[in-house]
């Protein structure tokens, strides 16, 4: 009698636990789930809150900063907006805005131009590692720089490669993370000041294997080239 009772308990919990399984996904998603973030990469422009369908979402950003991924639920409608911190007025928002359930996105407050009202403008993110690999993901946003951004693999010494990023550009390399790996950047027209400011390379002391990230151009006040390497996993 006591297994007829037993085995309908064992066969609930059995079932219980599936459908929890079920519900879980890969880094750390829930069934139904998107994560967001957001950044501030407007140079000239003030501390701004963001805001989802009239919510904040984490706290205020400062230019060069950003929040961490924020769980939302996916295949919903949003309204992004963002809002000056000292002013409390509206800067600019995205209307009709989907999140894919399962994906990762960054939301950034941007500039084209100096003399342009601020956007903001959304990337779906690219998270998935490579255990024996670095994913390397280049974007340039640097609306006050005066040229485009060169990026210089030396990894093989003998023969560097150069390519070129245009303001809005996004380029993605998979590398092997290994001594010999260099990578260095700069204007295709260099700024006067001298000597030119320092840009952090990426080597094997910078990024390791097993991870993605986003390699963020942008550009100071003085039109000065900087980079923010973010890890996104």
């Known amino acids: 009698m006591k297994n007829k009772v037993l085995f309908p308990k064992i066969f609930l919990l059995f079932t219980l636990v599936l459908l929890i399984s079920s519900c879980i996904k890969n880094n750390n998603f829930i069934k139904g789930d998107a994560k967001v973030r957001f950044f501030h990469v407007a140079s000239t422009d003030t501390t701004q809150n963001f805001y989802l369908n009239g919510i904040q979402i984490g706290t205020s950003v400062t230019y060069n ?62 998270v998935k590692p490579d255990l024996d690999s670095a994913k390397l993901t280049f974007l340039n946003l640097g609306y006050t720089l005066a040229s485009s951004v060169v990026i210089t693999d030396s990894t093989n010494t003998a023969k560097p490669v150069e390519s070129a990023l245009v303001y809005g550009g996004l380029k993605t390399f998979k590398v092997k993370v290994n001594k010999n790996m260099k990578f260095a950047f700069k204007l295709s027209s260099p700024t006067a000041t001298n000597p030119p400011p320092v840009v952090t390379r990426l080597d094997s002391l910078t990024i390791n294997k097993g991870r993605v990230y986003l390699i963020l151009f942008d550009g100071d006040k003085k039109g000065e080239l900087k980079n923010r390497i973010i890890a996104t996993n």
């Open 65 to 126: 900063a950003n929040t961490s991924y924020v769980v939302i639920p996916g295949d919903s409608v949003f309204k992004i907006t963002t809002r000056n911190i000292n002013t409390g007025v509206d800067a600019t928002s995205l209307s009709g805005q989907t999140f894919k359930i399962g994906q990762n996105y960054s939301v950034f407050y941007l500039k084209e131009a100096i003399n342009k009202p601020a956007e903001l403008k959304v990337y779906q993110d690219d």
